[in-house]
């Protein structure tokens, strides 16, 4: 889901409304970060920020699209990963800046995911 025209009208609405889905595991997260650094690139989006919310159960990038990513981060771009987990892939989680879990099978998940969105702040 692309938010870069975000407004606070229908955002958060369809931000929800995206959040419920269910995409039944196996994504391809190569298009959407393909469109993501394009995006960055036309847009000439310097220190913007990249948000992946996937349960991760998935292959792993193409080499060439974790080359882009590396160069966007050089330009200061960062790129976040909310894992909706119990297990995903690792290898694609470790490209990220920085990773949130909200792990399904822990009792306390919300009160943990909290805590760790609370450690950017500092």
Known sequence: MDLSSFNSTNGITNLVKFLRMSFNRGTDANP???YSVKLLKEKDWNNADVLMISDFVMSALDSELEKKIKVQQENKCRFFS??????????VI???????IYDTSANDSAAKLVRQL????K
Not at 94 to 100: E, L, Q
Not at 118 to 121: A, H, I, L, R, Y
């Open 82 to 91: 909310l894992a909706v987990i119990s297990g995903g892939n690792d290898e």
């Open 32 to 34: 959407a970060l393909e």
């Open 94 to 100: 470790s490209t990220f800046d920085k990773n949130w």
């Open 118 to 121: 609370e450690e950017m702040k």
